[in-house]
């Protein structure tokens, strides 16, 4: 069965720092989705990524999709105490489009001020 | 961007009752929703894809009979957890689509605690 690893679980970062969270799968990604989670509640949608090489920015978050469709990583520009929560990776599973979603196990993300 | 709301958000009740959550996408009409639950420190996992009018398809090692899923409208699918038992106790989190091969919008969650 297809798994999404992430990487690190949990990340503390000093306000203004960069980081960058990696989901890997062990088969092709047919559609890479990137939600953030704050604990208790629902998730807000980041982008989506579903072609090799492509990559997507929104404020201070890129995201980007390896050409072999096998990583994705996200990236936080000089991170603020608002980008603190956890941080998601899901992914199509299976070549066709289900629907069905599975997701990575999450990573925490702490912002000091 | 398309709103999904649950309820209730939270809900306490006591071993071998049934309670139910009701997801309602506010200003779209749903063909597809999605129920995952989500354990303390864990992910999301998948329990069943709800289409309008047919019956849910259940992931592997759901109980249908224990997990009861109508979605009636395009507007609302309730997830009915039936004789309910502490370790039903979880974060259950509703998503809806326009259909398979659109983005999910996800509810705010709804915190089921069973005593």
């Known amino acids: 069965s297809q798994e999404l690893e992430q990487s690190p679980q949990s990340l503390i970062v000093q306000e203004g720092k960069n980081l960058t969270i990696n989901c890997t799968s062990s088969?092709?990604?047919?559609?890479l989705y990137w939600y953030k989670q704050k604990y208790g509640e629902g998730l807000i949608f980041l982008m989506m990524?579903?072609?090799?090489?492509e990559e997507k920015s929104h404020e201070k978050i890129t995201a980007k999709l390896d050409e072999k469709k096998q990583q994705s990583s996200l990236h936080i520009t000089a991170s603020q105490p608002s980008h603190a929560g956890i941080y998601l990776c899901?992914?199509?599973?299976?070549?066709?489009?289900?629907?069905?979603?599975?997701f990575g196990q999450g990573t925490t993300l702490q912002v000091k001020p | 961007g398309a709103v999904v709301s649950q309820h209730p958000s939270w809900v306490i009740c006591k071993s071998g009752t049934s309670v139910k959550i009701e997801c309602r996408s506010l200003?779209?009409?749903?063909?597809?929703m999605f129920w995952y639950r989500q354990f303390p420190k864990q992910s999301l996992m998948l329990m069943a894809t709800?289409?309008?009018?047919?019956?849910?398809?259940?992931e592997q090692g759901v109980e249908k009979d224990k997990f009861l899923i109508n979605h009636a409208s395009l507007t609302l699918s309730t997830l009915t957890v039936t004789s309910a038992h502490p370790e039903d106790s979880s974060f259950y989190i509703c998503?809806?689509?326009?259909?398979?091969?659109?983005?999910?919008?996800f509810g705010p969650g709804t915190r089921l605690t069973v005593t």
């Open positions: 998503s809806a689509s326009l259909g398979f091969e659109y983005e999910q919008y």
């Open positions: 088969k092709t990604l047919y559609g």
């Open positions: 990524l579903q072609k090799g090489g």
């Open positions: 899901g992914a199509d599973v299976g070549s066709s489009n289900t629907g069905k979603l599975i």
């Open positions: 200003d779209f009409q749903a063909t597809t």
């Open positions: 709800s289409n309008e009018g047919s019956k849910a398809t259940y």
